[in-house]
């Protein structure tokens, strides 16, 4: 029989629902045998694409695809500098491809290949915002109506540019950038003293019994997060998610002397420093990386097989910037980590669900898997074509927040 090897690796670069999607798919010599992997850096993708087509392909063509660790630990050397965004989420598009190969090789969803089932489907998280209380208490109330357990409640803050919410605020400006022109402008004070009050608010209005979840997004000083998460303790979120930045992560160890609040951190990782303190000391409840930041499904199952150890929860990365084929990898670590905390869902529209077939089906709440072989889900590429990444001078990269009076800060 002819040995099997890889034969191409290629990128997708697509974006159904505007938002740049950059998607790795691996080819064997075998007719009909391929992967595909999630390898999204949204506000950099041209960059990834071609650590993928530049460097990766000539890398692995030739390669056993079933040798999925060692092609994993070989390219992760091969740059000598190593860890850091872009190559690693190209190599996670890989890494990921090379699972989903693996599991059509051996007819078996990805969820069998890491231990199976231990859960029927993954609990979701759905967001809540609004321009005031009412909004997002209704909305709150919205998904509980729909089935949710666990919703995130973001809220606008009158005149600035807030985190999570969707449309511009309303409303007069409470301060004036001092330069005119200014066009994402947010104050910390502001935002902190709302968001106690809107906890207050809807914990007055629904009770005790929805989980409520609150994304700081590394915006605020470190020591107003602390003032924050002190007086939210007693509204009882599920948890309080990025409260500081990745170059603040020593502030995790003075808040957890402070208050029991649960902590949810790690969207930005990258490298396994970053994350490896925060488990064994017990500083996080919950660990978000993206899956396609951090290198993939190997990591991935390594990093919850750590965190189950030390109590920490898994609550992967799953925004609209995780293309469909990064949830179906996070569904299969959902559903077969005894450790599983929460999913972050994402409704995509109509087109993605067009051009990504097999898209895990999101009802009552929960992610469901299709238990198809492999990550059960493919690309049409012809249809994806349809959809090129949107115009636009910066390429998907963010315009700065600023302070009124010009200061960049956090994203
Ligand atoms: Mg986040």
């Not at 629902?17 to 064997?28: M, P």
């Not at 950038?177 to 709302?194: D, K, L, M």
């Not at 929460?342 to 409704?347: D, P, S």
């Not at 999101?362 to 990550?375: K, S």
């Amino acid at each position: 029989m002819r040995r099997l090897k890889i034969n191409d690796v290629r990128t997708i670069l697509t974006a159904p629902d505007g938002i740049r999607l950059v998607i790795v798919k691996v080819v064997t010599n075998k007719p009909n045998l391929y992967g595909v992997g999630c390898a999204t850096f949204t506000q950099r993708p041209l960059a990834v694409a071609t650590a993928v087509e530049e460097y990766l392909k000539p890398f692995l063509i030739g390669k056993d695809p079933d040798q999925i660790e060692d092609i994993f630990q070989s390219s992760l050397v091969s740059s000598y500098w190593r860890n850091g965004p872009v190559l690693n989420n190209a190599l996670s598009g890989v890494d990921m491809a090379l699972w989903d190969i693996k599991g059509k090789r051996a007819d078996m969803p990805v969820y069998q290949l890491l231990g199976g089932k231990c859960r029927h489907a993954a609990a979701l998280y759905a967001h809540a915002s609004g321009h005031n209380f009412e909004e997002v208490t209704n909305n709150v109330r919205n998904y509980i109506e729909d089935g949710y357990h666990y919703v995130r409640a973001q809220i606008a803050i009158s005149g600035y540019s807030t985190y999570g919410v969707r449309g511009k605020s309303r409303g007069r400006r409470t301060q004036q950038p001092i330069s005119s022109g200014q066009r994402h402008t947010f104050e910390p004070t502001a935002y902190v003293n709302t968001v106690l009050q809107l906890f207050d608010h809807l914990r007055t209005e629904l009770g005790y019994d929805i989980e409520l979840l609150h994304d700081v997004h590394e915006r605020i000083p470190p020591i107003q997060a602390i003032t924050l998460a002190k007086g939210l303790e007693k509204y009882r979120l599920f948890f309080l998610e990025d409260p500081f930045a990745p170059e603040d992560i020593e502030y995790f160890r003075i808040l957890r002397h402070q208050t029991s609040i649960p902590i949810a951190m790690g969207e930005l990782f990258s490298n396994p420093n970053e994350y490896l303190p925060l488990i064994k000391d017990r500083l996080i409840d919950f660990i978000r990386v993206h899956l396609s930041q951090i290198g993939g499904l190997s990591m991935g199952r390594k990093l919850a097989a750590m965190c189950e150890f030390f109590g920490v929860r898994t609550a992967w990365h799953g925004p609209g910037d995780v293309s469909p084929v990064g949830h179906a990898a996070n569904l299969a670590l959902d559903l077969a980590c005894h450790n599983f905390g929460i999913q972050e869902q994402h409704k995509f529209k109509e087109a993605t669900r067009r051009v990504f077939l097999g898209c895990p089906e999101i009802r009552d709440g929960y992610l469901w898997p299709n238990d198809t072989p492999g990550l059960g889900i493919d690309i049409d590429e012809k249809l994806a074509a349809k959809f090129p990444f949107p115009k636009d001078p910066l390429g998907g990269g963010w315009e700065p927040i600023r302070k009124p009076d010009g200061t960049v800060i956090r994203p």
